[in-house]
């Protein structure tokens, strides 16, 4: 499909503006067949791709366009965090249903393109198509984004999901639940909707970047699908186990109230980091401004379990399904 | 959404048995947070991002999937051709509509390999969702694919679309409109719809890549969209205009007849090259096998002119859209 060429323009031209110090990273950027990056020297290279689509992962009634592009980013820039990395440019691939008003495409660009410049990664080309050819009666046409983010790190120094060790320690960054507990208010309809919705995760790239120069971290995550299945992800590819310390989960707090235990070990979307470290490492009790906390160990066997109480019990990886 | 593990680990499994060479390029592939690449020394970094979607670009009915998969990554590899680059790695995200049957995923996956295996590059990540949490009655449900190609070309040695100069010869790698002619039987509902349906177009990788090392291109793209509309785009980026002979086009055969020049004028998907070149210059007439036929020159204005029969007329850049 065609997109119209002033609308490629008006992309290229906002996209251009988020661009400083990075500039002499993109040689050529929108409107070519690629974008052409200069690669680092010494360096390999991060690439990560996430969805994110109307239905499935926003509803475009519960958030503001703005918060929906914000988001969109969050999702790729937290996967370069989590390797340790250092984001070189952003590539987004939008479809849009006919008849979307310009006002939430602005606004998604908007949201998108703010946090693109706090982090200094230019956005540097993608694809545009209209994600139906007619709108079906009735059908109110679906918003799908794919977002790709291409970064670097030090040869060999990516922090992998594959290193963790019996006896490291587990760490998380920040708090975890709140996203979930969010979208919670939001589907219980209640008053405090337009705060939920307007819940904007910040990715955890200077603690990543610090964790992998310093080399702390054995293994690293982050928090996307929920602390019990993406610490599940680690413990598979790691071939290892282990026990988290409930007590010692950093809960969120939404209107001064801490969220439910089930929201910080299941709720997904906190784009927290989630690393392990051997037991003798003097890991800092903030990084950046945010607090690390120890969570559990690693432990030799292949399961995960929780301990509360003073009581074991098995950890099912288990996401929370928002939209079920 | 939480995608089935057994269904990461197979396409996983399919992937790496793709990977000969180059698994020297992946340092770590799919199922960690971002793929890991060894960027070549030297070198900058060609990325290309290229919707497929199910209703836009094509039609299950249509196609098989195995054509769908190959065409997807068709795309991608074009976009890398037309800057007379290499590709390292392809990275794909998925979305499928809740029900779809196995076997066209496997299809699909089995197209796009193949055609992966050929020019030698590893699918090294990507993104796995559901494309519907739930299935609207009635509705069949889409399926969604985003691939992404990175890629490399010597520093500087990118073949950009601006390079075109007044007096450059255009030329065209091949035979074009056959893809086109191609949807329109479909559209007909002929006999020779199945004929139709298994045209798989082959990137031209080889063809990029000699005209880059040779340094004979000014100007490339890749017949993504139709020749009047990728000539203006190429016209636009170098600010210049273009003559056509009508005559020289080399129109595709479809069963022993050669296509209408408007298909081959209008018509997409053909995933030939466009470059121009320097009217001194001794291209070749053929490349890699592929016939390279001279079809007009830029000149200085900013219009669009066919020559056919001695008279010129306005060439107006239009793509033919299949499915409208």
Not at 172 to 179: D, M, N, R, S, Y
């Amino acid at each position: 499909l065609r997109p119209e060429r002033n609308q490629i323009e008006h992309i290229a031209r906002q996209a251009a503006s988020g661009q400083r110090r990075r500039r002499n990273v993109v040689r050529a950027g929108i409107g070519d067949d690629c974008a052409v990056l200069r690669a680092p020297a010494g360096h390999d290279l991060l690439v990560t791709t996430d969805f994110t689509l109307e239905g499935v992962h926003f509803r475009r009634e519960w958030y503001p366009a703005t918060v929906v592009g914000h988001r969109c980013l969050t999702r790729g820039l937290s996967d370069i965090a989590a390797m340790g990395g250092d984001p070189l440019a952003a590539f987004l691939s939008l479809a849009l249903p006919p008849g979307l008003e310009q006002a939430w495409v602005d606004g998604f660009f908007r949201g998108l393109l703010r946090l693109a410049r706090r982090f200094d990664v230019p956005l540097a080309g993608g694809d545009l198509a209209q994600s139906e050819l007619r709108q079906a009666p009735g059908s109110p046409g679906r918003v799908l984004a794919d977002i790709v983010v291409v970064g670097a790190v030090p040869s060999g120094q990516a922090v992998l999901r594959s290193g963790a060790r019996p006896g490291d320690t587990i760490y998380v960054t920040g708090a975890l639940g709140g996203a979930a507990a969010a979208v919670a208010e939001l589907l219980r309809g209640g008053r405090d909707r337009k705060a939920a919705g307007s819940y904007q995760p910040i990715p955890r790239l200077e603690i990543g970047r610090a964790l992998r120069r310093r080399r702390l971290a054995s293994a690293m995550i982050d928090l996307s699908d929920g602390l019990s299945i993406d610490l599940d992800r680690v413990c598979e590819s790691s071939g290892v186990g282990a026990e988290v310390d409930a007590a010692a989960i950093p809960c969120a707090r939404l209107r001064g109230r801490m969220v439910e235990l089930e929201m910080a070990l299941h709720g997904g979307e906190d784009y927290e980091l989630l690393f392990t470290a051997p037991a003798s490492s003097r890991v800092p009790a903030r990084i950046a401004g945010v607090p690390i906390r120890a969570i559990g160990r690693i432990t030799g066997g292949r399961k995960l379990f929780l301990v509360r109480k003073g009581r074991k019990s098995l950890l099912r990886p288990q996401g929370w399904e928002y939209f079920r």
